[in-house]
């Protein structure tokens, strides 16, 4: 770097087994061309090795216990916790998913980028690992008279000379989300209990946004990403009816009643019902097109 940052990034996210995507993740991590970053880990109950990986292989790495009992909010928490007691002013939080992997310039990109914004949230472009020229995720813009929020790209979008430099919006996904140790000494932890498994992260950085922090979308800071099949976003998936009724039901489910009520209450309280239905109606017609396509695309290899 062209100036000395001697801030430190706190890397933090929990684990649930998938012990090869951590190994694969920490290969990417070892490959930075900066070394201010310290590595928290939530190791929530994993059965599969990844406690004793950790502290055989990555002795350095910070490793919290859970009971397995903490899923994703309640675990990153955690780890953010830590940070909050050994971190200093100046220190950033990146928050993350196991299942992805880092450029080597990933992070030096990222704290050059402080520079310009110090006090500002800074979120990445997520591509899929297998084919890098394919957007998964950015950013979000909200409109509130509208009961929605805009997709800053569209997932399966191939990126192009327009994805570049920072873009403005109102909130982000969880993955590769840099923050200053002070948006959570400000406005407090993820919601465990309203969003204890999906969209805490979210409601999280449209609470900061309401308190004035800026919030970009670095198309030039890449994550590639290794999706998760059971989010049934892959065309190569067949998605199955027992699939999507899932999605629904259970309170760590991506599409459950309370967690989008929940959402509703806090960043539509005028406009609740408009929202679960407007929601609803586009979640379960983009389920059922999804499924009628996987139905025509496994019925004709099939055949």
């Known amino acids: 770097m062209s100036e000395e940052n001697n801030s430190t990034v706190y890397i933090v996210f929990p684990v649930h087994n998938r012990i090869e995507e951590t190994k694969m993740f920490l290969t990417s991590l070892a490959c930075q061309t900066v070394n201010n970053y310290q590595l928290v880990i939530c190791d929530d109950g994993s059965t599969d090795g990844t406690g004793e990986y950790l502290k055989n292989h990555w002795p350095d790495v910070v490793v919290i216990r859970g009971t ?52 500002a949230i800074i979120g990445s472009l997520c591509v899929y690992g297998d084919n890098p020229k394919v957007i998964e995720t950015s950013g979000y813009i909200m409109n509130y008279d509208k009961c929605s929020s805009a997709r800053l790209t569209r997932p399966g979008e191939i990126r192009n000379d327009r994805h570049t430099g920072l873009a403005e919006v109102t909130h982000l996904p969880g993955k590769g989300v840099l923050f200053p140790v002070e948006v959570f000494q400000e406005i407090g932890l993820y919601d465990e209990v309203r969003f204890p498994q999906y969209h805490a992260d979210t409601d999280l950085v449209l609470r900061a946004h309401y308190k004035g922090y800026r919030v970009f979308v670095d198309f030039d800071s890449v994550i590639l990403s290794e999706v998760n099949t059971n989010n049934m976003v892959l065309p190569t998936q067949e998605i199955t009816l027992k699939g999507i009724v899932k999605t629904f039901i259970g309170p760590y489910s991506m599409n459950n009643y309370n967690i989008y009520n929940n959402f509703a209450k806090i960043h539509y309280p005028n406009r609740r019902m408009k929202f679960l239905l407007l929601t609803y109606t586009k979640t379960i017609g983009g389920l059922i097109r999804r499924y009628v396509k996987s139905k025509l695309r496994f019925g004709k290899a099939a055949n």
């Open 68 to 119: 397995g009992e903490l899923w994703w909010t309640a675990g990153i928490n955690r780890c953010v916790d830590y940070v909050l007691y050994h971190c200093h002013q100046n220190d950033y939080i990146l928050t993350l998913n196991n299942d992805a992997l880092l450029p080597p310039n990933y992070l030096e990109q990222k704290l050059g980028r402080t520079r310009e914004f110090p006090d």
